[in-house]
């Protein structure tokens, strides 16, 4: 079965610095999307990518999207207390649109 | 506009009790979803709806867990009887269409404790 491997689980950083949460898969994805989600909420939406090569940002993130479309990253720059959360990035394997995800990186902004 | 409502927000039940959960998408959203969020894992589909027929319900437990969406609107997630294994969050989402690479917006969650 497919699945998604999220590097590191968690990471703890000092307010200002900048860090990166990766996400690769076994095999070629038709859309990977970045949640974030905070603890006892729901998630919420950052981005979705769908080529190879893709870059998206929003903000002080920005996601990538690899050529071959199995791996992604998200990175933060200069990290603010609001950035802690877990995120999660999802996959669509088939096409169908349901999506499945990664176990999350869990992220600590120390102020 | 109103996101997904979810409720309860929490729910305590000792085990072989029955649970029933309640989701309202978005309006106008076609496909709804249905995800269970053990600690410390990621969200499993459980069920997808399109309007009100099942997309895919391969990973839901058909012996305990039932899933409904009679009008194409709301949907009731049940479990009965409901097992220790079986505490965590349910999620529920919507999409506009289904259709591939489109967005899901999601619930607040029910965080399941079964005792």
């Known amino acids: 079965s497919q699945e998604l491997e999220q590097s590191p689980q968690s990471l703890i950083v000092q307010e200002g610095k900048n860090l990166t949460i990766n996400c690769t898969s076994s095999k070629t994805l038709y859309g990977l999307y970045w949640y974030k989600q905070k603890y006892g909420e729901g998630l919420i939406f950052l981005m979705m990518?769908?080529?190879?090569?893709e870059e998206k940002s929003h903000e002080k993130i920005t996601a990538k999207l690899d050529e071959k479309k199995q791996q992604s990253s998200l990175h933060i720059t200069a990290s603010q207390p609001s950035h802690a959360g877990i995120y999660l990035c999802?996959?669509?394997?088939?096409?169908?649109?349901?999506?499945?995800f990664g176990t999350g990186t869990r992220l600590t902004v120390i102020p | 506009e109103a996101g997904v409502a979810q409720s309860p927000r929490y729910k305590i039940i000792e085990k072989r009790q029955s649970v029933a959960f309640w989701c309202n998408p978005i309006?106008?959203?076609?496909?709804l979803y249905w995800y269970q969020q053990i600690l410390g894992q990621g969200p499993k589909l459980l069920i997808q709806f399109q309007n009100n027929g099942v997309v895919d319900d391969s990973q839901l437990p058909k012996d305990r867990f039932s899933a409904e969406r009679l009008k194409g609107v709301d949907s009731t997630l049940k479990i009965q009887p409901a097992k220790l294994e079986d505490s965590a969050v349910y999620l529920c989402?919507?999409?506009?269409?289904?259709?591939?690479?489109?967005?899901?917006?999601f619930g607040s969650g029910t965080q399941l404790s079964v005792l």
């Open positions: 989402a919507s999409s506009r269409m289904g259709a591939s690479n489109e967005k899901l917006f």
């Open positions: 990518l769908q080529k190879g090569g």
């Open positions: 999802g996959a669509d394997g088939t096409g169908a649109n349901n999506l499945f």
């Open positions: 309006s106008g959203h076609a496909t």
